[in-house]
């Protein structure tokens, strides 16, 4: 149940307290550079983590507005059909380039401080999120007894 965590350089920061606060709460985070092993390719490393999450956040300011990494890491996601929630620090529009992603999702708004308190509000989404999922994911032990069905 892996959550990517996208970011602009500027808001490393945030991007930081949220990485704490969801690995507090016990969900796995991944982020550049952190995550990235040395020698590695960080593009092809990253893309791979994205293929992989469970969840995406994208970090979301005028800085990510002009960022081209965090603009390729949210294509990439949508493509690959990942939970994006973008978490809003500071109140901006996205440029063209995130817009026609970005508007049809649900925001997390985090621009009243206390910052805290916005962490740990996108802690318990993504932790009832995990557990909706889990619960509504097909049981494999059980459907793994049975024949497949012969269609017509």
Same mark, same amino acid.
């Given at each position: 149940m892996t959550v990517f965590i996208s970011y602009a350089d500027d808001d490393k920061p945030v991007a930081d307290a949220v990485c704490a606060t969801l690995e507090a709460a016990g969900i796995p985070c991944w982020m550049a550079? #952190? %995550?990235?092993? &040395?020698?590695?390719e960080p593009h092809v490393t990253t893309m791979e983590a994205i293929d992989r999450c469970r969840a995406f956040v994208v970090i979301f300011s005028e800085s990510a %507005? $002009? &960022? $081209? #990494?965090v603009w390729l890491e949210v294509e990439r996601a949508v493509n690959r059909a990942v939970m994006l929630v973008p978490m809003r620090?500071?109140?901006t529009r996205p440029a063209a380039t995130l817009a026609s992603y970005l *508007?049809? *999702?649900h925001w997390l708004d985090a621009l009243t401080p206390p910052l805290e308190t916005h962490l740990h509000r996108l802690a318990e989404k993504l932790k009832r999120h995990f557990a909706i999922k889990a619960a509504t994911a097909p049981n494999r032990d059980a459907l793994a007894g049975q024949e497949p069905s012969r269609g017509r």
């Open positions: 550079p #952190r %995550n990235i092993m &040395s020698g590695a %507005n $002009l &960022s $081209l #990494r620090i500071q109140d *508007v049809t *999702v």
